[in-house]
């Protein structure tokens, strides 16, 4: 149930469906900004709503892909009421809660570079 960036569109894309069908429409990606070397970080945490464009212009892809992570962290522990530490999660506990333990996954494996 590991997450992993792919290349897409001159940036990256992490699909939240590989940690469970309940992620399926989920995502969090990070797109080339208009000035070099800058990178937008952005995600939809909520199926049916707009994306979220967490910051413009963060310098370097592997600090919007940190910042998009932890904001996704944060507002999936938010919304489902999951603690946002929560840092392992068994593959019969709920979707939020292994959605957040993933996410903490990826975040310590860095580098995250595609």
Do not use: N
């Not at 897409?8 to 900004?33: I, K, M, N, Q």
Request: hydrophobic letters at 45%; aromatic letters at 8%.
């Amino acid at each position: 149930m590991g997450l992993e960036w792919t290349a897409r569109d001159g940036g990256a894309f992490l699909d939240l469906s590989a940690t469970g069908a309940e992620g399926a429409g989920l995502w969090l990606a990070v797109r080339p900004h208009a000035e070099e070397g800058y990178w937008r970080p952005v995600c939809r945490l909520v199926r049916g709503e707009e994306e979220r464009e967490i910051g413009d212009g963060v310098l370097g892809r592997e600090h919007a892909q940190d910042a998009v992570v932890k904001y996704a962290i944060q507002a999936l522990a938010g919304l489902h009421g999951v603690e946002p530490t929560r840092l392992h999660a068994d593959e019969d506990d709920p979707w939020p809660d292994r959605a957040v333990a993933a996410l903490w996954a990826l975040l310590a494996a860095g580098p995250h570079t595609v």
